[in-house]
């Protein structure tokens, strides 16, 4: 906090006033020195104002600085933890989906695998189709066969009676 006795150092800390020229100004214009006391007064006012405003402001730092700081210094070990986090979820987030591409190149493969079987069991059912097609074939040439057999045997036995019955 600014002491009260230590006022040349605050007025040289304070800016530049417009009041503080203009009375300077009027004191060189050859204006007579009660003016400028009178002036001088004024600028006493105003250099206690600004005395008193700065002597206000730095008890307030000193008040509010010390949380201000801690709060920072908080806030900065959050951020920290808050990109250490992000960038542990990126991580895991990358492992994921490289589990999660390995686990589809593993469905991909059991895909292809299943593809090559299907058109295995379809290529043998078509073979299966295909002999059973040529066995009924096959076997309604073997039963004409047999039938025409069996008539020509019915026709040689009846020819062979009707040679015996005519003797």
């Known amino acids: ?16 006033d417009p009041a503080r020229d203009s009375t300077a100004q009027s ?13 001088c007064s004024s600028q006493d006012n105003e ?10 402001s730095a008890g307030v730092l000193q008040i509010a600085e010390p949380p201000l700081n801690h709060v920072r210094t908080q806030l900065r ?14 991580k895991e987030k990358y492992k994921l989906d490289c589990s ?3 686990r589809l190149n593993d469905m991909m493969s059991d895909v292809k695998r299943y593809k090559d079987k299907l058109t295995k069991i379809k290529k043998e059912m ?4 295909q002999r ?3 066995l009924k074939k ?3 040439n073997v039963a004409a066969c047999k039938q025409r057999d069996y008539q020509r045997k019915l026709e040689r036995l009846q020819h062979e009676e009707s040679l015996i019955g005519s003797q």
Do not use: F, W
Request: with cysteine; aromatic share 4%; charged share 20%.
């Open 132 to 134: 059973t097609k040529e």
């Open 100 to 102: 999660e591409v390995a």
């Open 1 to 16: 906090m600014l002491k009260s006795s230590n006022i040349n150092s605050v007025l040289n800390e304070l800016p530049n």
């Open 47 to 56: 250099v206690m104002a600004s005395l008193a405003a700065l002597q206000l």
């Open 77 to 90: 070990e959050l951020i920290g933890r808050q990109n250490k986090t992000y960038i542990d979820l990126s």
């Open 27 to 39: 004191s060189h214009n050859g204006k007579p020195k009660q003016d400028a006391e009178t002036c």
């Open 126 to 129: 078509q073979g299966v189709y």
């Open 138 to 140: 096959r076997a309604a």
